[in-house]
Each structure stands twice: as C-alpha cells, then as structure tokens.
C-alpha cells in the first residue's frame, strides 16, 4: 500500500514536495528512496546512450551537483548524483550502472542516513551488498569509496537536518575498516575540506551541508593529484 504525502523542504537535502512513502515498509527505520526526484533522474540515467568503460561518481545531492567532468577536465566522467538518496537507494539502482561497465566507481553515500536516523548498522550493511554486487560484476571495475564530508553546526537548518560531525566521524571509520576489508581505496574527503575543529569551514558551504565550487575544486584537485583520476 502506498500513500502521498505534501512535504515542503529547504534545498535538497532530503526529497521533493511529492513524497511517495511505502507503508509496507518497517515504519521504526525511514528507508524510503523513492520521490518524484529519484524516479525521474533514475528513468533519465536508464534512456542515456551506453558507453563503456567511463568513470562513475555516484551518491547524493554532494555528487549530484558537482559538474565533475569539467572540474576533472575528463569528458569520460558521469555524473549519477540524485539529491536526498539513501544507502537504500543506491543499492536498488546499481543495475543501470554496472549495464555500464565503467573502469572507476567513486561511492559516496551515507550523510542522508545519518539525517533520516538509519542505523549505522542498516547503512553499513547496504555498503555491504552495494559493493559486494559489483565487485562480482564488476570484477575489473576500480571501487573508491569516499569518506562522507563533514557539516557546519553553524549554518545549517537543523529543522531540516539533525546529524552530527560526531556521527559522520563514527560513520566513516566503518567505511574505512570496510574498504580496507575488501582491498580497495577509501578517500578521505572529511579530512581535507575539515578545519581544526571538525567543521565544514563557511566558505566551502552555503546552507552547512552542500557545497561551494572552491570545495569542489579542493575536492577534484586532490583526486587529480592522487592520480585517482582521471587515468
């Protein structure tokens, strides 16, 4: 059984006015992904022509509205950001992705969860099957799975997003121990765009959580001289 919800949000953090909630789903834990948003830029990934062998960022809004072929001067990139997805929602779309076959995946999810209240638990075992699945059908794919950024407790609308940088420091030392578990390269992001206290410093964020273009550009020139990508 579905019902729809009106709900009226700042940004994109989380979803669109059109809010589609399964009420067959565990109401303790809010793992609905699908909204007006996801759908449609799921339906736009699937009529995009297919190209092999490309580089994947792949994530939320963070990933979404980054213009990463550009910063990376590397037109093979692609961009399947959708602003206010979950864990649960990436693992339900990675069949369009790996129909792909792209060389590189750089995975970052988990800042959503930690908002909607997920348990830890929950997001790191979707992280769990999400690589596990395309590890086998993607055996020569490269995974990145990069750390989630931090907040600043300053500026961001906490009506609107309740997280904590405590929360995402727990969160991405799980990622850490899990991509070392399955060899493959954990990108520390948190780290880079941090200040000394642990905050997402003003001048690389807007409304706390999304980010300016000189992150980006922090975030992408860093990657470049990791040689991460794009070779």
């Not at 792909?100 to 209240?117: H, Q």
């Not at 300016?212 to 020139?221: D, K, L, M, P, V």
């Amino acid at each position: 059984m579905y019902k729809i919800t009106l709900v009226f949000v700042l940004g994109v953090c989380f979803s669109q006015i059109i809010y589609a909630q399964d009420t067959t789903k565990d109401k303790a834990i809010d793992s609905v992904y699908h909204n007006y948003l996801y759908d449609q830029r799921v339906a736009y990934f699937k009529e995009l022509p297919v190209t092999k062998g490309g580089i994947v960022f792949l994530g939320n809004s963070i990933t979404h509205w980054g213009d990463w072929a550009e910063l990376l001067q590397c037109p093979a990139v692609k961009n399947r950001g959708i602003a206010g997805d979950i864990s649960y929602g990436i693992l339900a779309r990675l069949d369009e992705l790996i129909n792909e076959k792209p060389r590189k995946i750089f995975i970052m999810i988990g800042v959503n969860d930690i908002g909607r209240k997920i348990p830890l638990a929950n997001t790191i075992n979707n992280y769990t099957k999400i690589i596990t699945k395309l590890k086998t059908a993607l055996p020569h794919t490269v995974l990145y799975i990069q750390s989630v950024l931090p907040i600043n407790d300053t500026l961001i609308n906490r009506q609107y997003y309740t997280g904590s940088n405590a929360e995402i420091k727990v969160m991405n030392a799980r990622l850490k121990n899990m991509a070392a578990a399955f060899n493959i390269t954990y990108v520390d992001i948190y780290s880079l765009l941090a200040n000394k206290e642990g905050q997402m410093p003003a001048k690389f964020t807007y409304d706390g959580i999304h980010l300016t273009a000189g992150a980006y550009i922090i975030w992408t020139n860093f990657l470049k001289r990791k040689g991460y990508c794009c070779n």
